[in-house]
Every structure is written in C-alpha cells, then in structure tokens.
C-alpha cells in the first residue's frame, strides 16, 4: 500500500516539503507468507526498501504485549537500518503501541 499526501500551503515552509509518501509494509511475519521458504529474506528485502525511502518510520503494535513477532519485526527493520549505515542514509524509528490502556483511562472517559 502506498499513498501521496499533500502537505497544505500554509505548513509547507515549516515543513520544508510539498507531499508525505506513506508506505505500508504491513506483513511482515505474517502468518501467511511465514510458511514460504524465503519469508525471512522478503520481509529483509521490504524492512530495508521501506526503510531506506523513509525519513521516518514508525512501526504499529496493537496492544502492550512484548511477542517473539515483534521481537522478529523489530530485529529485521533493526538489521535495515544497519545495512544503510554503510550508505550513509539516515531516519527515525519509531515504535507506537496502539490500544494500551491507560491506567486513568476511566477517570477520563
């Protein structure tokens, strides 16, 4: 999944750019394509193009559970971002943990 993104007039010199590229690697350690021989390799191939397009990537984890998935996930964009120091290419990584709650959560609600 890919998608072109405008950045409004009003922000773009604060910005310093005229559009976001959001790409979507969504897959990686999938249960599906875990049964392929060269899973491993594929998503190694993904981490890597996706991160080295990226200024910043951020990788979505549903709830605050700590899995051998996310440990395999982050190992493999960890090694893509090793592999582009040799390039000199540089971004931000960034974990986000979605639907964790908050221990005041009903206080606020």
Known sequence: YMQLLRVEDSIRDKLGCDYFLI???????????????????????????????????????????????LADIISIVSHAYIRMTGCEIFSSFH????????VDAEDKN
Do not use: M
């Open 23 to 69: 790409l979507d690697s969504e897959g990686l350690r999938s249960p599906e394509a875990s049964a392929q021989e060269d899973s491993l390799r594929h998503d190694n191939e993904i981490a890597t193009l996706v991160s080295c397009l990226a200024n910043l990537t951020i990788i979505n984890i549903w709830g605050a559970t700590f899995s051998k998935d």
């Open 95 to 102: 974990i986000l943990f979605a639907g964790v709650q908050s």
